[in-house]
Nanobody, 123 residues
Framework: QVQLVESGGGLVQAGGSLRLSCAAS????????MGWFRQAPAKERECVAV???????SYSDSVRGRFTISRDNAKNTWYLQMNSLKFEDTAVYYC?????????????????WGQGTQVTVSS
């Protein structure tokens, strides 16, 4: 059974940093694309960062320059380093894995999801 487990969320002041982790079990994702999504109250889930198996990354305009996605294939884990956090970054953050490569930004393109971790940024 495939499981993705996020960790690292919490409460932080505006301007601060957090690092989210997503540990996968049940299968290896070294050849897969992975992403981080977020969902704020009353809003749709949106993609913030993706990384493919070669390490190529892409970011939404709202986080580019502040967030960094990375992966450690040996640990079957990927990360989201979030710096210069803003109040509007407050959301539940989800990691997702896609069977296959490429860079995809829609929730429909991902096969596996974590349970989510809350990130709250106080202003």
């Amino acid at each position: 059974q495939v499981q993705l487990v996020e960790s690292g969320g919490g409460l932080v002041q505006a301007g601060g940093s957090l690092r989210l982790s997503c540990a996968a079990s049940g299968r290896t994702f070294s050849g897969s694309a992975m992403g981080w999504f977020r969902q704020a109250p009353a809003k749709e889930r949106e993609c913030v960062a993706v990384i493919n198996w070669t390490g190529t990354t892409s970011y939404s305009d709202s986080v580019r320059g502040r967030f960094t996605i990375s992966r450690d294939n040996a640990k079957n884990t990927w990360y989201l380093q979030m710096n210069s956090l803003k109040f509007e970054d407050t959301a539940v953050y989800y990691c997702a894995a896609r069977v296959g490569g490429g860079l995809y930004f829609s929730t429909r393109d991902y096969n596996y999801w974590g349970q989510g971790t809350q990130v709250t940024v106080s202003s």
